[in-house]
Nanobody, 121 residues
Framework: HVQLVESGGGLVQAGGSLRLSCAAS????????VGWFRQAPGKEREFVGR????????YYADSVKGRFSLSRDNAKNTIYLQMNSLKPEDTAVYYC??????????????WGQGTQVTVSS
């Protein structure tokens, strides 16, 4: 079991940038797969991107490809979601999730509390 804490959300104008952090504690993070999701009011949770911590391999939803990027700092047990060219439709609560068995189960068993991102037009 690993504890996840997101941070870095806030209010930004359209076209601006934010960097979200997902800090992990409790267990070795190196064998985890970390996913980012978002949920806007009245909408279903949406996949944003995924990073395999051991390899740095990433995968993104089409809606954010080319604008968002994931990176890791293994020493800090932290995953970063860099969000550029933000649009009002990116407004949502952003969550990180992690699981070492994601590629076998398709599920994440560890979730953070979320951080709000608001993009004004």
């Amino acid at each position: 079991h690993v504890q996840l804490v997101e941070s870095g959300g806030g209010l930004v104008q359209a076209g601006g940038s934010l960097r979200l952090s997902c800090a992990a504690s409790g267990r070795t993070f190196s064998n985890y797969i970390v996913g980012w999701f978002r949920q806007a009011p009245g909408k279903e949770r949406e996949f944003v991107g995924r990073l395999t911590v051991s390899t740095g391999r990433t995968y993104y939803a089409d809606s954010v490809k080319g604008r968002f990027s994931l990176s890791r700092d293994n020493a800090k047990n932290t995953i970063y979601l860099q969000m550029n060219s933000l649009k009002p439709e990116d407004t949502a609560v952003y969550y990180c999730a992690a699981d070492p068995n994601y590629y076998y189960t398709g599920r994440y068993n560890n979730w953070g509390q979320g951080t709000q991102v608001t993009v004004s037009s």
